[in-house]
């Protein structure tokens, strides 16, 4: 028989959010990242042992706040999830043409996040094959020292849509990006039950 493979998965939130807003609008976002997860994998004797979703609590949107609750809610029902949190930041930036100051949103902390959570747990061997499901060249790095410490872990690199980079992608194992077909079979029932047992439905704003 065949040794067993167990995997983790690694979301950056953000980053896949991002990344089918750009492609396909609002209508891939009631995503079972469970059903995504399983999906990637194509070996038989591979097995989900977790899949990690790194986000950060948005803040001074009611309703992006009450959508974004929903469905980390609905995340929150998946048995074999873990939700890690980083901060979520305005910074004041001013124009250079009207010299009119403007906030921006942003998150911090996600990559250091995973960073940190891809090497422990490739320290404490709780995996053999990890997928990173981010487009984002900062985590170049760690993954070049575990593919260094640990030559035996494999560490796929899997794409959101038009989220691409060649720094990922020149050192993890091998990359591909995640298709449509994989969003659309990956998505949660129109109404889901939360954990504490009130109905939980899909917005409105992303059918």
Known sequence: MPKAIRVITYIDGFNLYFGLRSKYGRKYLWLDIEKLAHSLI???????????????????????????????????????????????????????????????????????????????????????????????????????????RFPEKIILAAFPPDTK?????RVANNHFMIGERKFARSQFPEKVTSKSGHELTKPTTWK
């Open 165 to 169: 980079s060649w720094e990922l992608a």
């Open 42 to 148: 194509v070996k038989p004797n591979a097995s989900i042992q977790q899949v990690k979703y790194f986000t950060a609590r948005i803040r001074n949107s009611p309703a992006k706040e009450k959508r974004q609750n929903q469905y980390l809610e609905a995340i929150e029902t998946l048995p074999s999830t873990q939700l890690i949190f980083g901060k979520y930041y305005f910074s004041e930036r001013e124009c250079p043409a009207c010299h009119h100051k403007h906030k921006f949103p942003s998150e911090k902390m996600t990559d250091v996040n995973i960073a940190v959570n891809m090497l422990v747990d490739a320290y404490e061997d709780r995996y053999d094959l990890a997928y990173l499901i981010s487009g984002d060249s900062d985590l170049s790095g760690p993954i070049q020292e575990i593919r260094k």
